[in-house]
Nanobody, 119 residues
Framework: QVQLVESGGGLVQPGGSLRLSCAASGSIFSINAMGWYRQAPGKQRELVAIITSGGRTNYGDSVKGRFTISRDNAKNTVYLQMNSLKPEDTAVYYC?????????????WGQGTQVTVSS
């Protein structure tokens, strides 16, 4: 079994900052990548940011320059620092884990954490 514990969501004013974290544990041999996706009401889930085991990062166009993803390999934890938040960043943010266990590669989603940007 795999567990993902997400934290850090909440309500923030436009221009403010939040930091999300996601800690992975359980039956994991190695982590290939961890990332964040988001889904706003009535919209499809979209990539926010992803970081590979080698440290390569990729960001959605709408968050480039404002969000930063980082990772603590020792803690199997990924962080998303979100700055200069806008109302359009309001969404449920989901942590995603791409991992290897024995000879298989698997994909696992967290339950999501709400981020609301509003004055």
């Amino acid at each position: 079994q795999v567990q993902l514990v997400e934290s850090g969501g909440g309500l923030v004013q436009p221009g403010g900052s939040l930091r999300l974290s996601c800690a992975a544990s359980g039956s994991i041999f190695s982590i290939n990548a961890m990332g964040w996706y988001r889904q706003a009401p009535g919209k499809q889930r979209e990539l926010v940011a992803i970081i590979t085991s080698g440290g390569r990062t990729n960001y959605g166009d709408s968050v480039k320059g404002r969000f930063t993803i980082s990772r603590d390999n020792a803690k199997n934890t990924v962080y998303l620092q979100m700055n200069s938040l806008k109302p359009e960043d309001t969404a449920v943010y989901y942590c995603n884990l791409d991992y290897t266990y024995y000879s298989g590669e698997y994909d696992y989603w967290g339950q999501g954490t709400q981020v609301t940007v509003s004055s």
